[in-house]
């Protein structure tokens, strides 16, 4: 049986994931999937897990890819560095490659079929679902995971975006994760938001959010998959998280100060006649309140307020998908 096609972006709401419509454009692939059979065992008891214990104290972090199992820019960057035998000067430093079984179905021909086999890896991070009785592949790999990731005190998702958008870090819905995106400054668009009712992504996990002061994620979005820039971005956003953390030498590269905003509405296409009035990309930020930016069928979307940063467009959204978060800049 072919893969279902894919097309659901992060913070779609669970069960919304469905068929990419026709029009989909073709996505170049500029990038090759790394060779990840090295570290496919690990040294965690946890597959694709493997940590480097620098034997000084400091934190646990944990740089974690492939929660897409398309999204291999990632994967890239940790590879590297495992190749070349980095170890932490202080802590505990973790490489993850999440969702394997997904990454072992890339195809270059149909490069958004392999987003996940049987669910989105990043809805999955409940404990109601984490210790129910429901099972799938994703949910079974998250439970193999989810010790190791409440062994962290820092957890940085690395993620990449399918439509254009500037990068962007999204940091939740708590302050340990905002605090630590401003903290790490690559890239410079910070977004909180609150999450999905009925979905929680890895950085909704209660560990990251129910435990004020504690353990800190924050999920990367660097840039379009399969694009080389992404991959610069990613090697950045990891450089600078291990600066901040002492984990290598040397200062952390010169930070400005992030733009923040709030995700204050998330659209979800109503009918399957969801059409922007352009081809808006991620970050875009419309001056002022009620500027026509999409039709849904016969309703206007319009901009809730003043400053309105546009999040993520997904410019071919099905029914039911989100089509674009909506972020009042702070
Ligand atoms: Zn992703």
Redesign the pocket.
């Known amino acids: 049986m072919p893969n279902p096609v894919h097309s659901s972006t ?1 913070d779609d709401p669970p069960g919304t994931t469905g068929l990419l419509p026709p029009d989909l454009p073709h996505f170049p692939v500029f990038l090759t999937a790394p060779d990840l059979s090295p570290w496919l065992e690990g040294n965690t008891g946890i597959a694709g897990f493997t940590t480097k214990d620098s034997g000084h104290p400091g934190p646990h972090v944990v740089l974690i890819s492939l ?2 199992g398309n ?1 291999f820019a990632g994967a890239i960057v940790l590879n590297e560095m495992l190749r070349t035998g980095f170890t932490p000067n202080c802590g505990k430093l973790t490489f993850g490659f999440a969702n394997l079984a997904a990454f072992a179905r890339f195809d270059p021909e149909n490069p958004v079929a392999s987003r996940f086999v049987e669910e989105d890896m ?1 809805r999955v991070w409940d404990d109601i679902e984490l210790f129910g009785v429901r099972r799938s592949l994703e949910l079974d790999r998250a439970r193999d995971i989810r010790p190791l990731i409440d062994s962290a005190d820092i957890v940085l998702d690395l ?2 975006m399918l439509w254009p958008s500037e990068p962007l870090l999204l940091c939740g819905p708590g302050d340990q994760g905002r605090e630590l995106a401003f903290a790490i400054g690559t890239p410079a668009t910070v977004i909180a938001d609150q999450g999905h009712a009925g979905g929680k992504r890895l950085i909704d996990y209660g560990r990251f959010t129910e435990s004020p002061g504690r353990a800190a994620c924050v999920l990367v979005e660097a840039g379009q998959h399969w694009e080389l820039a992404t991959v610069n971005q990613l090697r950045a956003t990891t450089q600078a998280l291990l600066c901040h953390t002492a984990m290598v030498h040397g200062a952390a590269p010169a930070a400005s100060v992030p733009r923040f905003a709030e995700v204050t509405q998330a659209v979800t296409a109503r009918t399957n006649r969801f059409v922007f009035v352009r081809e808006f990309i991620g970050g875009e930020i419309i001056k002022s309140k009620d500027t026509l930016i999409a039709h849904d069928g016969d309703t206007e979307i319009r901009t809730p307020h003043d400053n309105c940063m546009l999040v993520m467009p997904s410019l071919r959204p099905s029914r039911g998908h989100t089509a674009i978060r909506l972020a009042k800049l702070r």
Do not use: C, K
């Open positions: 992060d929660i897409h999204e990043n993620h990449s």
